[in-house]
């Protein structure tokens, strides 16, 4: 059974950049047909969608975040990655992993992470 | 502000049919499946309808997805108390090349 869990510093100081792993256990991130995605939330708001990448390592971001995020897979570890810089307060918020099927499978978030949360404060 | 519409809330009772409504444009729900999430309180989100209207293995059949255009509907019948969560839409957008929310809707059961 696939499970994703999210790790990486709770408290990040504005300016500075916020770093996330994404451990995926019970299958390989190698597989064909799946995306590797990030999904945040601000307390109390929706669903916003960060980025994500392929297993090809082709990566999507969001056009509001991308000159800030960087996203990549390391297959060895069987996890992926977040970076986003230069953050603020607006970037406060509760991080979640997800799995994507491609057009072939789901076309869809099929699998997330419990997520976690990050808040950015000096 | 989302590229995607939804109410804000809707409501019912017990048994009732709820409909909540989705609306997008010819980047995403017009070309692209759509898919719907429910986020129950203090939990992470669950795919919910993928592909306009299939339906993940567990997930009951009184929840059922449709798409006409560039708007999608997803209606919960037999309304339980447990079906009270937010309820998201969301779509690939070809022009954004990446995925877009609905901005969710607040299911209650009165």
């Known amino acids: 059974q696939l499970q994703l869990q999210e790790s990486g510093p709770g408290l990040v100081k504005p300016s500075e950049t916020l770093s996330l792993t994404c451990a995926v256990s019970g299958d390989s991130i190698s597989i064909t047909r799946y995306y590797w995605g990030w999904i945040r939330q601000p307390p109390g708001k929706g669903l916003e969608f960060i980025g994500s990448v392929y297993y090809t390592g082709s990566t999507f971001y969001n056009p509001s975040l991308k000159s800030r995020v960087t996203m990549s897979k390391d297959t060895s570890k069987n996890h992926f990655s977040l970076k986003m810089t230069s953050v603020t307060a607006a970037d406060t918020a509760l991080y979640y992993c997800a799995r994507r099927g491609d057009a072939s499978s789901t076309d869809a978030f099929d699998i997330w992470g419990q997520g976690t949360m990050v808040t950015v404060s000096s | 502000q989302s590229v995607l519409t939804q109410p804000p809330s809707a409501s019912g009772t017990p048994g009732q049919t709820v409909t909540i409504s989705c609306s997008g444009s010819?980047?995403?729900?017009?070309?692209?499946?759509v898919n719907w999430y429910q986020q129950l309180p203090g939990t992470a989100p669950k795919l919910l309808i993928f592909d306009n209207y299939q339906r993940p293995s567990g997930v009951p059949d009184r929840f059922s997805g449709s798409k006409s255009g560039s708007s999608a509907s997803l209606a919960i019948s037999g309304l339980q108390s447990e079906d009270e969560a937010d309820y998201y839409c969301?779509?690939?957008?070809?022009?954004?090349?990446?995925?877009?929310f609905g901005p969710g809707t607040k299911v209650t059961v009165l």
């Open positions: 969301a779509a690939w957008d070809d022009n954004l090349h990446g995925d877009v």
């Open positions: 010819s980047s995403n729900i017009g070309r692209n499946t």
